[in-house]
């Protein structure tokens, strides 16, 4: 089966420690999106990559570091810098923007609480 | 700057039909995506326009006008389990999703 997973669903971690979420898709999409939802708040843009070994920071960038090693796999580490980090992060992929259907589908999501 | 407006809830009762409204304000434009979310789920893809006019898909369907910056999604027969938000996005012109804060609907028996 083909599809977007996120790893874990529930993350707990002490103010001041660095966490790495997974992202991991087998739909052979190019592009490949990271997210944070905040209640009330639309989906905002922290980094995205179109291709292996490049990325480029979204909206909301700071705070946050990625790594596109893999086609398949796009690692964000929310570090000690981001002010603000407990909410709902998701993981999407697409084929490239602009080339026909290039809709993004979510994994499902891991939900970061800060203590 | 850029803006989608989309209403913060309604309410709709089971087997009727409620249309969700969306306008937008977008450096450019390159089509509007709607989704469903259920509650501490992901977002799941139900539409695609980039053309004016109404596209069908069942029980759902969903209205663009580029003029007017507005698009609808229209749900018939409404089920208990449509309980979602529905969120809008705009592609503008880098490509990049531009996000409503969506629209929690709720399904009364």
């Known amino acids: 089966d083909g599809g977007i997973t996120q790893s874990p669903k529930y993350l707990f971690r002490k103010e001041g420690q660095n966490v790495t979420l997974s992202c991991e898709q087998n739909?052979?999409?190019?592009?490949m999106y990271w997210y944070r939802q905040d209640p009330g708040q639309g989906l905002r843009l922290i980094y995205y990559s179109q291709i292996v070994n490049d990325f480029q920071k979204g909206d909301i960038a700071e705070g946050y570091s990625v790594s596109r090693e893999k086609k398949e796999s796009f690692p964000l580490t929310v570090t000690s810098a981001q002010k603000n980090p407990t909410a709902f992060y998701l993981c999407?992929?697409?084929?490239?923007?602009?080339?026909?259907?290039?809709?993004?589908?979510f994994g499902p999501g891991t939900r970061l609480t800060v203590l | 700057g850029q803006n989608i407006d989309q209403p913060t809830e309604m309410t709709a009762t089971e087997g009727a039909i409620v249309q969700i409204n969306c306008t937008y304000q977008t450096s450019g434009f390159n089509g509007l995506f709607w989704y469903q979310q259920h509650a501490g789920e992901a977002p799941t893809f139900l539409s695609y326009n980039v053309l004016d006019g109404l596209e069908e898909k069942g029980r759902f369907s969903s209205f663009l006008s580029r003029s007017k910056g507005y698009s609808y999604l229209l749900l018939k027969e409404l089920q208990m389990k449509d309980s979602a938000s529905y969120l809008c996005?705009?592609?503008?012109?880098?490509?990049?999703?531009?996000w409503g804060a969506g629209t929690k609907l709720i399904i009364k028996p």
């Open positions: 999407a992929s697409s084929f490239p923007p602009g080339e026909g259907t290039d809709t993004q589908y």
């Open positions: 996005a705009v592609q503008d012109s880098n490509y990049q999703l531009i």
């Open positions: 739909l052979n999409h190019d592009a």
